[in-house]
């Protein structure tokens, strides 16, 4: 299976930390006109995170 499919999964697994944050997020950003996209990345989205793992995200907005 290749990454892609991988992490094209994650979006679809309810019991992944991704999925309730996808759904947890969707309707705040929707609310945010400015806001293009919003980049959850590193070891979040790799699902190799440990007990003092952070959260690293990237946004691109207009101004």
């Known amino acids: ?3 892609f499919a991988i992490s094209q999964n994650i979006f679809k697994d309810e019991n992944t ?3 309730r944050l996808k759904k947890t997020l969707s ?3 929707k609310k945010i006109p400015y806001l ?3 980049v959850l990345f590193v070891s979040r989205v790799r699902g190799d995170t ?3 793992s952070d959260w690293d995200f990237a ?3 207009d101004e």
Request: hydrophobic share 50%; charged share 15%.
């Open 50 to 52: 440990h007990a003092k």
């Open 1 to 3: 299976m290749s990454k």
């Open 36 to 38: 293009k996209i919003l």
């Open 59 to 61: 946004a691109l907005y």
């Open 27 to 29: 309707p705040t950003t």
């Open 17 to 19: 930390i991704i999925f």
